[in-house]
């Protein structure tokens, strides 16, 4: 079966940078679509980032956009998320996600459309 591992999460300062790793075994990042999902306990899972086969068409959250950047390496079948000027409110729990069916625009960041997850990985961001 397809296995995400999250790495990456830690705590930074408000404007600092990290970069999310998931490790995909069972699937290739060049046949599913893959997408980073973050959530903060009591709220619901939230899109991030989302990526299309092989390292194609993107999208982000608006939450997000122009601090996050999403990018996948075929060659390690590994998925990154990196992530910079980091604000209080991007604290969560990030979790890596796939599926391998056809995915379209508007079921990017819908969470019951993707069938693998990773465990999560957490992001604290103290101000």
């Known amino acids: 079966q397809v296995q995400l591992v999250e790495s990456g999460g830690g705590s930074v300062q408000t404007g600092g940078s990290l970069r999310l790793t998931c490790i995909v075994s069972?699937?290739?990042?060049?046949?599913?679509?893959m997408a980073w999902f973050r959530q903060t306990p009591g709220k619901e899972l939230e899109g991030s980032a989302s990526?299309?086969?092989?390292?194609?068409?993107?999208a982000y959250a608006d939450s997000v956009k122009g601090r996050f950047t999403i990018s996948q390496d075929n060659v390690k079948n590994t998925l990154y998320l990196e992530m910079y000027n980091l604000i209080p409110e991007d604290t969560a729990m990030y979790y890596c996600?796939?599926?391998?069916?056809?995915?379209?625009?508007?079921?990017?960041?819908?969470?019951?459309?993707?069938?693998?997850w990773g465990q999560g990985t957490q992001v604290t961001v103290s101000s």
């Open positions: 996600a796939a599926d391998a069916r056809k995915m379209f625009d508007f079921l990017r960041f819908v969470v019951h459309r993707y069938n693998y």
């Open positions: 069972g699937a290739s990042c060049s046949n599913v679509y």
């Open positions: 990526i299309y086969p092989g390292g194609g068409s993107t």
